[in-house]
């Protein structure tokens, strides 16, 4: 991937879709983290202590408006079918907002995120997901433009290199970003119950699993971007860093916190004086997550205001795993678009294995000569 760090090359939000255990859309979604409403419930899963685990999960009532007709493949699986229904809901809503005039009728790009390797954990049939995004969505989508990566929280952030590569080096106008989640997966929950890191009674240091899908249509043109009073949300080009004390097994290196650093670094390297007021984080409770944020921040602390906002979402929808980095930054840029003035917020992920990745989303005026009112996001 480029490390092209100096790139001013910028990709504006065209839409956002999402949903979570506590929204439906994203409207929904960041009402209820403006409410601090929490989708934690106890759940029917249980540790190997016969303990109960606390989930976020999406409601199944928001899956009833399927087709019995969903291809679960020879190997049907519940956590497969959720995530391939969770994604119909969100691309759609993202390719739902208006775009100027332009209706996208030709295939476009997908950056599709997927969850981390596990071992003894089978991965979602990505054939199967794009071929059910494909029949019943109805979607401009095809399996020859499609770039996969398995990286987890981290994921929806690092793809944007590829988004980059797709608008500026191949000149489509449009990407989609994104990817869907869902831990209701007996291997899964057994080797996060094995770790002692599923939130559960007796457990000090356990994370909520979530669930929840989270996509953003990103265009080169700054005409064809979401605006509020003029004003629309650009992405800069991530800044993407590797941390040696990873959470994954094969690591026994010391933890310090070097690759969130290096990631800020990387994506603040271009920015102007101390702007910086909120950053959204993938911190979901776990302490092992805190320390790299308290380090990013001391050493970067020039970019940031004195009395910075570190909002972390999780606390309220669990966990999101792969949805993780497309549904912080769209829950970014409808705070910024809702706020008066320009302005920018940090938002990073960071993956149970090495990698850490951060992007700046910025509220600029739209160019003049180039601002509608007909995709106005309310």
Known sequence: MSDNINDTRKAYIAGIGMI????????MTAAAINADYSGYRISGYRTRKGQPITLAEVPDELFSTFPEGI?????YS???????????????????????????????????????PQTNVDDIDYSLLIKNLIKYGELPLSPELVTRTHT????????????????????????LL??????LNHPRLEQLDAAQ?????????????????????????????????????ALHPPGIGEEPGHLHDDSDRPYRGDGLDQAFKKALVENPGNNIHTIYSSMNGEHYWAKECSVAL????????????????ADCYGDLGAATGSVLIGLAAQQLLKQPGPATHLVYSSADGP????????????????????HERT
């Open 178 to 183: 994104g990817g869907s989640d869902c831990y």
């Open 355 to 374: 990698l850490r990745a951060a992007v700046r989303v910025e509220k600029i005026a739209q160019p003049i000569g180039q601002r509608s009112s007909s």
């Open 298 to 313: 001391l050493r970067n602390e020039a970019h940031l205001q004195e009395r910075i906002t570190v909002a972390h979402p």
């Open 71 to 75: 291809n679960g493949g020879d190997h």
């Open 78 to 116: 519940d956590h497969s079918d959720r995530m391939i229904k969770m994604s119909l809901i969100a691309i759609n809503e993202a390719l739902a907002t208006p775009t100027g005039n332009q209706t996208i009728t030709q295939p476009i790009p997908l950056v599709l995120v997927m969850p981390e």
């Open 197 to 233: 890191r599923l939130l559960a009674p007796g457990v000090m240091d356990g994370f909520t699993p979530g669930e929840g899908a989270g996509f953003l249509l990103l265009t080169r043109h700054p005409q064809q971007a979401l605006s509020q009073n003029n004003h629309i949300i």
């Open 152 to 175: 987890g929280r981290a994921g929806g952030i690092q793809g944007l290199d590829w988004v980059f590569r797709y608008l500026y080096e191949l000149d489509y106008d449009y990407v």
């Open 20 to 27: 979570t255990s506590i929204g439906a859309d994203t409207e």
